[in-house]
């Protein structure tokens, strides 16, 4: 690999091959199925071990990535994923961790597919708030301005009032997918991030704060617990439109791949009946009864570039 330039810190340098999403995050999706394989959103006919990866960062910028992950990971992530605790202190890690996440997404937009959903004077706020976060990383600046990060965590589904029709595939998609998007509406636009259990959005624009109150992510330190989280109306109906398109997906495997799915988890029963997987399948079995089942039932990601299931 030649040397080209390191697109955070713009030094010239041999770039790794690093994750947009972080690696732990598939590394426990595996780990916590009965296939231990996983299957992108858009292809579900093929079988993968890991997410989307570029030759973006320096090894020093990989590093500086890594750092923060690892804090997210050990102290949040799989923490809350295995239910050992719900109420976790953060410290100044987290908010260089959710902006790193929200800065690889938005750069992949930039990139390789489109920021037309941010409407057409979006640019300029595009650039800023990459520069910022930039900035933010490098220890440029001291914190993101008004380019803010939030963090929403999810488990199951207990109940829900609202009379919209709801995927039968919500439990799975709010506890086991990885996806990415941006988004763009008349007052609010952001990067959506979506690892397990977690949403990270990092606000482009935010005209209304008091929409979404309870998930901002602090400069120093804060704390992640039960509480009530209040947010758009559209950012519940989109994902729940996500998870849809999983179901939609998933029904497309083909007989062959459906079967090697399958001997999968009768060959690791015990493992697949004790997994984070079939909680999430029973979840949804609780609330939506045999509508929950799907060709596949992959229980793990969803539709956008990088949307994974596992098998």
Known sequence: MSESLCRLCNGEATPQHSHILPAFVFRWMRESSAGGYLRLGMTPNRRVQDGLKRYWLCANCEELFSRAETDFANKVFYPYSNGSSSRIIYGNWLLRFCVSVSWRVLQFYKEEASLNSLGPDAASRVTEAEATWKAFLLGQRPHPGSFRQHLLPFDAI??????????????????????????????????????????????????????????????????????????????????????????????????????????????????????????????????FGDAAFTRDDLPEEGGSKESKTSS
């Not at 617990?225 to 758009?232: A, C, G, H, L, V």
């Open 158 to 287: 207990e109940s829900i009032t609202s009379g919209q029709a709801l995927s039968p595939n919500l439990n799975r998609y709010l506890m086991r997918t990885t996806d990415f998007d941006i988004l763009g509406s008349e007052s609010a636009s952001f990067v959506y991030s979506k690892l397990g259990r977690f949403v990270i959005l990092g606000f482009i624009r935010q005209d209304r704060p008091n929409h979404w109150q309870g998930s901002r992510v602090h400069l120093r330190t804060g704390q992640i617990e039960p509480r009530k989280y209040t947010i758009n109306r559209g950012l519940f109906d989109y994902i729940n439109a996500r998870a849809r398109l999983v179901a939609e997906l998933q029904s497309g495997i083909s007989p062959r791949q459906a079967q090697k799915s399958d001997e999968a988890r009768s060959a690791n029963v015990e493992k697949y009946v004790g997994s984070d997987e079939f909680l999430a399948m029973l979840n949804d079995l609780r609330m």
